[in-house]
């Protein structure tokens, strides 16, 4: 009797755990939740008021970058900018060299931040050649750097140009390290 007591009892556990079976997973449907939502919101209006930060900072830079020249330009009173350089030119070229086109691109990312800043550019030379001959290579440099900043994307409108030739040098010294400085393309602001 014993044994058919067993028997039975594990035959009714064993019906038992058929019947049951194993515990159902229960799945958990990820919805969109608030928290999620505005946890993005956050993070988004965080980044924009970094962004925001970051321009404001940027034209705070610019702003006191800016400074009155001692003598007005041809447009009336011009700003130098320390954020704008100049570029330099071999012996009696006008061609815009690579190391050259990298700072021109520096300086056309800076107008494009800014649209409503206008510049003159001022090519220049060194004292050697002829008053005339100078400034007609002045302008060559002058027109060549504006050129370049049309084509990467610098309105045409926003830029004039002028030359000096040999009468506004940077260095006044007589020797060859003095002339490479000067024969350059020098860009100031006539309107910001």
């Known amino acids: 009797m014993c044994k058919k007591s067993l028997i039975a009892t594990i035959l009714i556990l064993s019906i038992a755990l058929i019947m049951t079976g194993c515990p159902k997973?229960?799945?958990?449907?990820?919805?969109?939740?608030?928290?999620?939502?505005?946890a993005?919101?956050?993070e988004a209006a965080k980044a924009e008021a970094e962004r925001k930060a970051k321009e404001t900072k940027t034209k705070e830079e610019f702003e006191k970058s800016v400074v009155a020249t001692k003598t007005p330009?041809?447009?009336?009173?011009?700003?130098?900018?320390?954020?704008?350089?100049?570029?330099?030119f071999e012996f009696d070229k006008y061609d815009i060299r690579p190391a050259d086109a990298a700072i021109l691109k520096g300086n056309a990312d800076l107008l494009k931040k800014y649209h409503k800043v206008?510049?003159?550019?001022?090519?220049?030379?060194?004292?050697?050649?002829?008053?005339?001959y100078n400034l007609a290579l002045g302008e060559r440099r002058a027109n060549s750097t504006r050129d370049y900043l049309v084509s990467?994307?610098?309105?045409?409108?926003?830029?004039?140009?002028?030359?000096?030739?040999?009468?506004?040098?940077?260095?006044?010294?007589?020797?060859?390290?003095a002339w490479a400085k000067n024969r350059r393309a020098h860009t100031v602001?006539?309107?910001?």
């Open 40 to 42: 993005a919101k956050a």
């Open 25 to 38: 997973k229960t799945v958990v449907k990820e919805e969109p939740s608030v928290k999620k939502e505005e």
């Open 73 to 88: 330009g041809i447009e009336g009173e011009v700003f130098e900018s320390s954020l704008l350089k100049d570029i330099h």
């Open 189 to 192: 602001i006539t309107a910001k």
């Open 152 to 177: 990467i994307g610098v309105s045409p409108e926003r830029i004039s140009t002028i030359s000096y030739g040999k009468e506004k040098p940077l260095d006044p010294a007589h020797n060859e390290e």
């Open 118 to 132: 206008k510049v003159q550019i001022e090519g220049h030379c060194d004292e050697r050649g002829t008053v005339e």
